[in-house]
């Protein structure tokens, strides 16, 4: 390594590695590796999932009840062969082939046509103290996408990234701790992909070729290595092995898909209800109004203020009426008030929920309400205590609620004065007292639990209605639980181009239900800013306007009426959109996909998507080649392989190629594919602000299926078979385009309506809807 002026030295400590297979057994899913006392272990979980672990000491550790993957013995059994030569044991499934070198105990993995993929190289598997680690072969071509939340363009070639939950405050390109901590990436190149779930809590790190080109590392400071490898060929189906192995997101109600205004703060009740009034006299739809933490009484959550907010029940209800959900913010740390008569302190120390110092100390920090402690939401008994405060804010009628500052962020000083962001101790004892952790184990997870506890406090207290929850911090499988928006972005014209990479990569990690804060949350939006900001947050999963105390309020009217306009016309079209994105998102609850999808995810041969990062496709048909520098009114679009329309103009592409998109202040370039399905409603200023009384199909010719869900949007019963689902086929014969419209299938029926059919540039047709099936010819 160079050595630099000012640097002192560093003598890095050996890497110990496997030694030759001594001897191999195996069972009805594992494969067992005895290398002269360390252990290897290879388990086939799926035809195209494997999990490898490596202990040096020999023994295996027992599986952790907070463990996000799923257990193996839940999978399947699946056929496999074993061979075994004089160099190597070959593991085979239908779908791919691991090869394990007896000399060296290094993995190979290769596709059926002997491609190979995930092979080790190097040292192949190495520790030391307190360290382990696992090296593997860059292939040509390949290229690293996923990593959770992370900044900068879409391709983490030649990057580390490292995985450990930070308040990241003032992020920017060259950030890499981040919010979220997901150790997940999916590898690609023409005609083969892989994806690697790293399954450790602790800290750890990819290096995807910075230190060494060609070489990729995994590294934890863990006592095992233990890492999924899924086969794809391509990324939809390493998503969906992944959604089963970490968990798929519920599905939410429907309200959570429409507009949020959020800031911090909406001070007090009186602002509030003129917000919420100043929507509906501008006929500017929205859903969701978030109240930050200034509506607690001095920051003690669980609470409210009685001079700003004295009667929460009834603004609460008034908002209901007026068809605005409710929101509130809660923060994990507690206020430490001895005396203070405040019950979620007393209830915490009395019951022991705290978490504490090695040697039994009340573990404090300082946040909001200065002196705070902290709930160890590594316990069962801790969650639902804590899940349970949550009907103190449903039961006035709160649909949602935003989990924040769980990284855990805090400084070692009362906020305002100089001070340090600190951690739990690393050896503050977590868990239940059967399996006791430390916090270095635990650290990354405790948004995660906190958002567990807060989502399952939720269905107990508002049983029969679906919730909606947000998070900042998370691990992997944090799409169980909650939606998770980007933290603290700036009013930056580099953020808003940042949150399309980011947001897929986010997606291509698992998590479909995410957003950035439209605007940015810190500093003050120009006009034109905030007009191709909410161009794009039109395409958010979850689509909220947040800003920050002391800068400019960032609702859609303060610009100016043009702005305003602009802000209406594309608010009302993510509306009008509706039918289309909740069945996207009845597509991720159901397989793990994305919402908002780089080109890659449909075009994984294309080496052309392999590094745009500024072109997103909203589900299979929609795709948006936003504006994101001031003063730009043309840009370069590629339109991959196949044919494609101008939403706006209906003019016709043939792909592959690039064009020259006119982008006017008022248009955002949106592009659709040919044979697309894209089911719409009317404008409506809130979700259900009345039946679905006409569905509107717009349909491009070519060839094309697309499978419309729908069910009530708010309760749970489609769990139990009320939902429905209507299969659309296009097609083209000669000069005409014939649309079959399949019979409904489900148990759940739309109100009565009308349905219109417009397919682009050729004609239009209606029926009444009564669910029998049906063709059109145009």
Request: some cysteine.
């Amino acid at each position: 390594m160079p050595q630099y002026f000012g640097k002192l030295q560093v003598a890095e400590q050996p890497w110990s590695t496997l030694e030759a297979v001594q001897s191999v057994r195996q069972d009805d899913r594992n494969v067992y590796f005895d290398c002269a006392g360390p252990h290897f272990k290879i388990s086939v979980l799926a035809a195209n999932l494997i999990r490898v672990r490596m202990t040096p000491t020999g023994s295996f550790k027992p599986r952790r009840s907070w463990a996000v993957a799923r257990d193996d013995a839940e999978w399947p059994a699946v056929a496999y062969q074993m061979r075994e030569t004089a160099e190597a044991v070959e593991i085979e499934t239908e779908q791919m082939r691991v090869s394990v070198q007896l000399d060296k105990c290094r993995i190979t993995c290769m596709d059926k046509a002997g491609n190979p993929f995930a092979q080790d190289t190097g040292l192949g598997t190495g520790w030391r103290s307190g360290t382990i680690a696992g090296w593997k072969q860059i292939e040509a071509d390949e290229h690293f996408y996923g990593f959770g939340e992370r900044t900068h363009l879409l391709d983490k070639l030649s990057e580390v990234k490292t995985n450990w939950t930070t308040d990241a405050l003032d992020y920017g390109v060259l950030s890499d701790e981040m919010y979220q901590a997901i150790p997940f990436f999916i590898a690609l190149r023409p005609h083969l992909a892989y994806g690697i779930f790293f399954n450790t809590t602790h800290w750890s790190q990819f290096d995807l070729g910075a230190e060494q080109p060609g070489v990729w590392r995994m590294e934890t400071r863990a006592e095992e290595l233990d890492y999924y490898i899924i086969y794809g060929p391509e990324p939809a189906q390493i998503l969906q092995t992944y959604g089963e192995l970490t968990g798929k997101m519920p599905l939410p109600p429907k309200w959570s898909l429409g507009y949020h205004q959020c800031r911090w703060s909406y001070e007090s009740e009186e602002v509030v209800r003129e917000l919420a009034e100043e929507f509906r006299n501008r006929h500017i739809p929205c859903d969701v109004i978030h109240l930050d933490i200034d509506y607690m009484r001095g920051y003690r959550v669980f609470t409210w203020s009685p001079k700003r907010f004295p009667d929460p029940k009834q603004l609460v209800s008034d908002l209901a009426k007026n068809g605005i959900k409710t929101v509130t913010i809660i923060d994990p740390g507690v206020k430490y008030e001895p005396e203070g008569d405040y019950p979620v302190f007393d209830e915490g120390v009395e019951n022991d929920c705290f978490v504490r110092k090695a040697d039994g100390q009340l573990f404090h920090g300082y946040v909001w309400p200065d002196k705070a402690v902290f709930p160890d939401f590594a316990r069962p008994d801790v969650r639902k205590w804590w899940g349970d405060w949550h009907k103190t804010l449903t039961d006035i009628g709160i649909a949602g609620i935003w989990n924040d500052m769980n990284e855990p962020a805090l400084d070692d000083r009362p906020f305002g004065d100089p001070g340090n962001k600190i951690w739990f101790p690393q050896d503050a004892p977590q868990g239940p007292d059967e399996e006791r952790a430390t916090h270095a184990e635990v650290h990354n997870l405790y948004g995660l639990m906190m958002s567990q506890a807060c989502r399952e406090g939720l269905n107990r207290h508002r049983s029969t209605q679906r919730s909606f929850v947000l998070t900042r911090s998370g691990y992997a499988g944090i799409q169980r639980w909650s939606s998770v928006w980007m933290g603290d972005n700036q009013s930056l014209w580099e953020h808003l181009e940042m949150s399309l990479p980011m947001l897929c990569n986010m997606g291509l990690s698992g998590v479909a239900f995410v957003g950035c804060d439209i605007g940015g949350f810190a500093g003050n939006a120009t006009a034109e800013l905030f007009a191709r900001w909410m161009q794009v947050g039109m395409l958010y999963p979850l689509m909220r306007g947040h800003s920050a105390m002391s800068t400019a309020r960032h609702e859609p009217w303060v610009f100016g009426d043009r702005v305003e306009k602009i802000c209406r016309e594309y608010i009302e079209l993510r509306y009008r959109l509706l039918p289309y994105i909740y069945t996207l998102f009845s597509e991720a609850a159901t397989t793990g996909a994305p919402i908002l999808r780089p080109l890659l995810y449909h075009f994984p041969n294309d080496p052309s998507t392999y590094k745009l990062y500024d072109q997103v496709l909203l589900g299979p048909s929609l795709m948006a080649a936003p504006i994101y520098r001031p003063g730009v009114e043309h840009r370069a679009v590629y339109l991959p392989e196949g044919v494609w329309y101008d939403w706006w103009s209906g003019e016709r592409y043939e792909g592959s190629t690039h064009i020259l998109a006119h982008a006017p202040l008022e248009r955002m370039p949106l592009y659709v594919r040919e044979g697309a399905v894209i089911p719409m409603m009317p404008v409506m200023q809130h979700v259900d602000e009345r039946p679905l009384d006409e569905l509107t199909l717009r349909i491009w010719p070519g060839n094309g299926e697309f499978t419309l869900y729908e069910d009530d949007g708010n309760t749970f019963e489609f769990t139990a078979g009320a939902w429905a689902t209507t299969t659309y086929r296009v097609r083209s014969e000669g000069q005409q385009t014939i649309v079959e419209i399949a019979a409904r299938e489900g148990n759940w029926n739309p109100p009565s309506r009308e349905v219109i059919v417009q397919v682009a540039s050729v004609g239009e047709q209606r029926f009444s809807d009564d669910g029998t099936a049906r063709t059109l010819r145009f």
